[in-house]
């Protein structure tokens, strides 16, 4: 317990500060903006370059953790978001901070892409749910403090400092992981048992499907490729940009992605982990987490304007109103990843989206009129049957892969993250377009109808045998 209390503190630490940094930058985009003389927009630029680094880099790094050993990949991308944070801090150009901002995605793609696998390395199966909760606490946590700690800094210093914090907290997280976090081996599969990792060894030689594994630098090229032009269509399509190049990008992603995708389809062990998408616990579980971020990216982009636009909150009203749905995970994220083990996924996930899209239902038929309790019972319905969801969830989704493949997991869970988070607030951007002053209260509607769908099909969860930790493993272990 000593040791695992330290290494669950070293990826808390870490996980903490990226996500903190995400939100602490989106507030100081317009003292940025104002400091470098640049305009609003060209500000957008310093969450953009962080977004597509991160993106384009998951399944890359989660993959080099399988290969190389998490626990280095885990510590070089701490070392790279420190000292780009300290470009972050020392830049005085809007290039200089793009390019830093650049590298520290990259740092953070390293952490995001195999954290969830550390806690598989750190907890007991029959106890994976609680470091699932535990982690999915520090996320909501961090989301909390984020706003409040850049309005604390900004009142006393410049926007420089925002970054300069992450760097003594991310320096304590270095300490703890070195001592604390697992020495798990490199993966290198293999067919032949008797000496796996020797390329020596003639069987190796004789037999190509022997030799070590390795990182297929086109893979990497093309997954970025790919990810990388499908959030520069999407990006475009929202913000209006001409419709001939997006066109062009949109058929150049096409056909990157169809010779990526068919380059992954005949790949042993495919940075697209197709070999996992054909677990069907583990294909379901990463559509239902998909569904589950649009619903919830729709609605967090949204609400600041349905309270500002629509009912006149004034902004610091609508940032401590817009507390109450994170505030609520961090009591209830822990609760689920201990129910998780009694109770099955799917039903809790159901559950859950169900009760999270009544949220936002009810959040949707407000009349004129509406107090601060209104909504905040109604975010806090929202923020509960998130957390409800999402613990259970990520256990399944983890859990369902073999050991060896765990990095690959751990990717797919952070990318399709992303995934729903990008074309959430792409859609958002769309309606705002369409609907005009109508956008947030139909983003609410909308973000129902992703949870809705998300909870029919957790249900249909109950009939898959559950990995062995979870409730329903145990038994079908017994029955085998």
Same mark, same amino acid.
Request: proline residues 6%.
């Given at each position: ?22 939100? $602490? ?6 003292? $940025? ?119 604390? $800094? ?327």
């Amino acid at each position: 317990m000593p040791r695992r209390l330290g290494a669950i503190l070293a990826v808390s630490f870490s996980v903490g500060v990226s996500v903190l940094d995400g939100t $602490i930058a989106n507030v100081a985009l317009p003292t $940025i903006a104002h400091d470098l003389t640049i305009s609003e927009a060209a500000s957008i630029w310093v969450v953009n370059a962080y977004q597509i680094a991160t993106m384009v880099s998951l399944l890359a790094l989660s993959a080099l953790g399988e290969i190389a050993g998490y626990r280095k990949v885990y510590l070089a991308g701490l070392a790279l978001f420190t000292l780009a944070s300290v470009g972050c801090a020392c830049s005085h150009t809007l290039p200089m901070l793009v390019a830093a901002r650049i590298v520290q995605g990259f740092g953070a793609a390293a952490l995001c892409s195999i954290n969830t696998t550390l806690i598989r390395l750190i907890y007991p199966r029959t106890q994976l749910g609680r470091g699932m909760g535990i982690n999915a606490t520090v996320v909501a946590l961090s989301s909390v403090a984020g706003p409040t700690v850049a309005a604390a $800094i900004l009142s006393v210093a410049s926007w420089e400092a925002l970054f300069a914090i992450n760097v003594p907290i991310c320096l304590i997280a270095f300490v703890l992981s070195r001592r604390y976090l697992p020495d798990n081996p490199a993966a290198a599969p293999t067919d032949n048992p008797a000496n796996p990792t020797n390329p020596d060894n003639p069987a190796n030689t004789a037999n190509p499907a022997c030799t070590p594994r390795r990182l297929d630098r086109c893979d990497v090229l093309l997954n970025a490729l790919t990810f990388g032009l499908a959030m520069a269509v999407v990006g475009g399509l929202t913000h209006g940009a001409d419709g001939r190049l997006v066109l062009s990008a949109a058929v150049v992603a096409a056909a990157v992605g169809t010779c990526y995708v068919r380059r992954q389809l005949r790949e042993r062990y495919p940075l697209l982990p197709f070999d996992l998408l054909r677990i069907p616990l583990f294909a379901v579980s990463v559509g239902i987490s998909i569904c589950s971020y649009l619903g919830q990216m729709t609605a967090m982009v949204a609400l600041p304007f349905y309270l500002q636009h629509t009912y006149g909150f004034d902004a610091v009203r609508t940032g401590l109103l817009l507390t109450a749905w994170p505030a609520v995970i961090v009591v209830v994220a822990p609760l689920a990843g201990w129910l998780v083990e009694r109770v099955h996924a799917g039903l809790l996930g159901g559950i859950g989206l169900a009760v999270m899209a009544a949220g936002a239902l009810l959040l949707a038929l407000l009349p004129a009129g509406a107090s601060e309790m209104d909504f905040v019972s109604r975010m806090a319905l929202c923020g509960a049957g998130f957390a409800l969801f999402q613990s259970p969830n990520n256990s399944v989704l983890i859990a369902s892969a073999l050991p060896e493949r765990s990095g690959a997991a751990s990717g797919m869970l952070a990318t399709a993250r992303l995934v729903g988070q990008t074309v959430g607030a792409a859609m958002m951007a769309l309606l705002f377009h369409v609907l005009d002053e109508g956008a947030p209260r139909a983003a609410m509607y909308l973000a129902a109808a992703f949870a809705l769908t998300g909870a029919a099909v957790s249900f249909s969860r109950l009939g898959l045998p559950l990995p062995e930790g979870l409730r329903g493993g145990r038994k079908r272990a017994g029955r085998e």
